[in-house]
């Protein structure tokens, strides 16, 4: 039975695939079934069903960059670029 939330934590040193199906089937129920306890679904609303592919994949990916500590990911907005206060001035 799947999580009935989401709660995705890396555990360290393990390997992670990121797999991801085509937007208008999503990846076959075989693999699902044979994976189930290792697999994600973002959740969404009752009215949308799923993210757009591109948009999945970049929020996993970040999230994935952000739990491993990813030395050169910006927590805050770069002083060089507009700073990390500039909403404030």
């Known amino acids: 039975k799947p999580p009935d939330k989401m709660d995705f934590?890396?555990?360290?040193n393990r390997e992670i695939y990121l797999i991801f199906g085509s937007e208008s089937s999503g990846i076959p129920k075989k693999?699902?079934?044979d994976h189930?306890?290792?697999c994600l679904r973002l959740p969404?609303?009752?009215?949308v069903r799923s993210l757009n592919l591109s948009n999945t994949v970049a929020v996993l990916a970040y999230e994935?960059?952000?739990?491993?500590d990813y030395q050169g990911l910006y927590?805050?907005?770069p002083?060089?670029?507009k700073g990390k206060d500039w909403l404030l001035k």
């Open 9 to 12: 934590k890396l555990q360290e």
């Open 31 to 33: 693999i699902l079934r």
């Open 36 to 38: 189930l306890d290792n």
């Open 44 to 47: 969404m609303t009752e009215v």
């Open 64 to 68: 994935v960059l952000r739990q491993q």
């Open 75 to 77: 927590k805050h907005e």
């Open 79 to 81: 002083e060089s670029l």
